[in-house]
Nanobody, 121 residues
Framework: QVQLVESGGGLVQPGGSLRLSCAAS????????MDWYRQAPGKQRELVAV???????HYANSVKGRFTISRDNAKNTIYLQMNSLKPEDAAVYYC???????????????WGQGTLVTVSS
């Protein structure tokens, strides 16, 4: 089946950087906009950044100027470069797409399992 798999999370000190990856696999026919969400314990899941298939990008105000989202359509992969990390950025980061279609033209919304980012000194 089609799935999204995140990687790149870990422990970083405040002010440090991490680069997250999310790869879609499983017989992809097409995939539309992809995005990153995050969720800290006891908090709502929030949208961090989104990138459309055509390359349009939107960021949450809390990460604007510090995070960069990018996309490699040939690999069905998106990335999130996170710089100047703050303790408030600590969360499980989830990859997501509203619409991915497999080679049988079955389409669905899809979430990854998440990757943990810890920001602590």
């Amino acid at each position: 089946q089609v799935q999204l798999v995140e990687s790149g999370g870990g422990l970083v000190q405040p002010g440090g950087s991490l680069r997250l990856s999310c790869a879609a696999s499983g017989g992809i026919f097409s995939i539309d906009a992809m995005d990153w969400y995050r969720q800290a314990p006891g908090k709502q899941r929030e949208l961090v950044a989104v990138i459309t298939r055509g390359g349009s990008i939107h960021y949450a105000n809390s990460v604007k100027g510090r995070f960069t989202i990018s996309r490699d359509n040939a690999k069905n992969t998106i990335y999130l470069q996170m710089n100047s990390l703050k303790p408030e950025d600590a969360a499980v980061y989830y990859c997501h797409t509203q619409r991915v279609c497999d080679t049988f033209l079955r389409c669905l919304e899809l979430w990854g399992q998440g990757t943990l980012v810890t920001v602590s000194s």
